[in-house]
């Protein structure tokens, strides 16, 4: 059973930066596309970046120029910077494949931009 482990979330002022980390166990990681989505309170789980197994990038609009997605496939593991937090950020962060097809989801990891 494949388990996903995200971590590096935290609390933020405006403007500011963190980077996630999502480790992958139980499955092959090298040939899958990933992606990292976010579910903010009363709302959608939605997806934020994708990331190819080889290595193309896309983001949602919202986040795009801030975030970057990248992936090691050595040590089974998706990241995503971002810079320039905003409040509206502010979400539970999930990695999971790029057409969210594992199960079950991680806990996620809490990111709260607040001043």
């Known amino acids: 059973q494949v388990q996903l482990v995200e971590s590096g979330g935290g609390l933020v002022q405006p403007g500011g930066s963190l980077r996630l980390f999502c480790v992958v166990s139980?499955?092959?990681?090298?040939?899958?596309?990933m992606g990292w989505y976010r579910q903010a309170p009363g709302k959608e789980r939605e997806l934020v970046a994708a990331?190819?197994?080889?290595?193309?990038?896309n983001y949602a609009d919202s986040v795009k120029g801030r975030f970057t997605i990248s992936r090691d496939n050595g040590k089974k593991t998706v990241y995503l910077q971002m810079h320039s937090l905003k409040p509206e950020d502010t979400a539970v962060y999930y990695c999971n494949t790029a057409r969210a097809g594992w199960s079950p989801w991680g806990q996620g990891t809490q990111v709260t931009v607040s001043s």
């Open positions: 139980g499955s092959i990681f090298s040939i899958i596309d």
């Open positions: 990331i190819t197994s080889g290595g193309s990038t």
